[in-house]
């Protein structure tokens, strides 16, 4: 029953703030968004062998939920530096394979696609300042996908695609228009892909419990 505590907890936090939350008072904004994210960490920290570059990829990105709130450029750094650290992990427990090298083609085609589209609005928009950061951002969110499908982990798997998938519906809402229920997409499939990402270590940490198992 412990175990599933703090999942409830996330997942009622979560949902609280998603749908709950319409208030002005920005430190009681930015505190309810944060217990979700503080307890994703606890969670991925209280695992058998908590893998320390995810531990600190999910508290670069809480850093990230922070500060956005107050101005979107250096909330795109801590993110972009939380992305880092999940690349660096990945790699490391990932299981490198030329085979897999054909999954480049549809992160490459997505970063193309968005990168050209964000271009040319934030071109026409007058907001040339934002390129580079927000290019260099989806080149990196396209680098974590690839190295999580190295991983043959089907939790960062679908971690990974619902992170992209919350960036993009951000960064479209902001630069290219408004979407449709687009703050309560970006924050489930952000929590969510946080969550999935946190919840991976559990299955590395069983497959690496196997493996140091002497045969009898």
Request: glycine share 6%; hydrophobic share 55%.
């Amino acid at each position: 029953m412990k175990k599933v505590l703090i999942p409830i907890g996330i997942l009622i936090s979560s949902l609280f703030y998603i749908f709950l939350v319409d208030t002005n008072n920005v430190w009681f904004l930015l505190i309810t968004k944060l217990i979700p994210m503080i307890l994703i960490i606890l969670y991925a920290s209280r695992q058998v062998r908590p893998i320390k570059s995810i531990l600190i990829g999910l508290a670069f990105c809480t850093v990230g939920d922070a500060l956005i709130i107050f101005s979107f450029l250096p909330g795109l750094v801590a993110f972009l530096i939380g992305h880092l650290f999940y690349i660096y992990s990945f790699i490391k427990i990932g299981h490198f394979s030329w085979n897999r090298l054909y999954m480049l083609i549809p992160f490459t085609v997505f970063g193309v696609y968005i990168g050209f589209t964000l271009i040319s609005s934030l071109t026409s928009n007058g907001e040339e300042a934002f390129i580079l950061p927000v290019i260099l951002y989806l080149i990196i969110i396209s680098l974590m996908g690839f190295a999580a499908f190295q991983t043959q982990n089907k939790y960062l798997y679908f971690g990974s695609i619902l992170f992209i998938l919350s960036d993009t519906v951000l960064a479209w809402n902001k630069f290219i228009g408004d979407l449709l229920y687009s703050g309560e997409i970006i924050m489930i499939t952000y929590y969510s892909a946080q969550f999935l990402i946190a919840h991976s270590l559990t299955v590395q940490n069983y497959k690496q419990h196997k493996t140091s198992v002497p045969k009898e």
